[in-house]
Nanobody, 117 residues
């Protein structure tokens, strides 16, 4: 059974930082394109960042220069470092894994990030 479990969300003030983690089980993330998406209330889910199995990382325009994705294949974990957070970053953040060849996709349950003064 494949599971992606996010953690690290919370309530922070504007300008502060958070680091999200996504621990995968049932798959080896070394064979997967790993990404983060987010969904704010009343809005569609949007891309935050995708780190392909091979190739260049792609960030959404709204987070470029502030967010950084990293992966530790040995720990089967992906991280999202979020700096200079803004109220508009408030959303549920979801981890996503897509197999580089078969395109089988999995989602985590999400973690809430709230940026508010």
């Amino acid at each position: 059974q494949v599971q992606l479990v996010e953690s690290g969300g919370g309530l922070v003030q504007p300008g502060e930082s958070l680091r999200l983690s996504c621990i995968a089980s049932g798959i080896s993330i070394s064979f997967y394109d790993m990404g983060w998406y987010r969904q704010a209330p009343g809005k569609q889910r949007e891309l935050v960042v995708i780190m392909p199995n091979v190739g260049s990382t792609n960030y959404g325009d709204s987070v470029k220069g502030r967010f950084t994705i990293s992966r530790d294949n040995a720990k089967n974990t992906v991280y999202l470092q979020m700096n200079s957070l803004k109220p508009e970053d408030t959303a549920i953040y979801y981890c996503n894994a897509v197999h580089y060849r078969t395109r089988s996709a999995f989602w985590g349950q999400g973690t809430q990030v709230t940026v508010s003064s």
